[in-house]
């Protein structure tokens, strides 16, 4: 004896509301879209810092390979060279990309109270 599906999910929602389903039944359905919502601005977020940090990756770059700042490097800090200047570099953007986040974060969490 196979019981068949209601082919209107309101009729699916009526039979559940009055079994008592339906609180139950919402409350998970929004707890996911809620979840989902989070999430998937999360991975946009994400991706939108990805695409910055390889812009800005390749700005620094470009500024450090040029001559005038290769000059300017190598006399004033002898001990650095092409290496010890990217190793330098990638140093000091980590210790303030650090800092901005414990800044912002924060920030963020002032405004949630």
Same mark, same amino acid.
């Given at each position: 004896m196979e019981k068949?599906?209601?082919k209107n999910y309101k009729e699916v929602l009526k039979r559940l509301?009055?079994?008592?389903?339906?609180?139950?039944?919402q409350s998970h359905l929004s707890y996911f879209r809620k979840q989902?919502?989070?999430?998937?601005?999360?991975?946009?977020v994400g991706a939108f #810092?990805?695409?910055? #940090?390889?812009l800005w990756s390749s700005a620094i770059n470009k500024t450090l390979n040029?001559?005038?700042?290769?000059?300017?490097f190598s006399e004033a800090f002898p001990i650095l060279k092409d290496e010890g200047l990217s190793y330098a570099t990638a140093f000091v953007v980590t210790v303030v990309a650090?800092?901005?986040?414990?800044i912002i974060s924060k920030l963020l969490k002032l405004e949630e109270k």
């Amino acid at each position: 004896m196979e019981k068949k599906l209601p082919k209107n999910y309101k009729e699916v929602l009526k039979r559940l509301e009055e079994r008592g389903y339906k609180i139950e039944f919402q409350s998970h359905l929004s707890y996911f879209r809620k979840q989902f919502n989070k999430r998937f601005t999360d991975f946009i977020v994400g991706a939108f #810092a990805l695409v910055t #940090a390889l812009l800005w990756s390749s700005a620094i770059n470009k500024t450090l390979n040029s001559e005038r700042v290769k000059t300017f490097f190598s006399e004033a800090f002898p001990i650095l060279k092409d290496e010890g200047l990217s190793y330098a570099t990638a140093f000091v953007v980590t210790v303030v990309a650090v800092v901005m986040i414990v800044i912002i974060s924060k920030l963020l969490k002032l405004e949630e109270k």
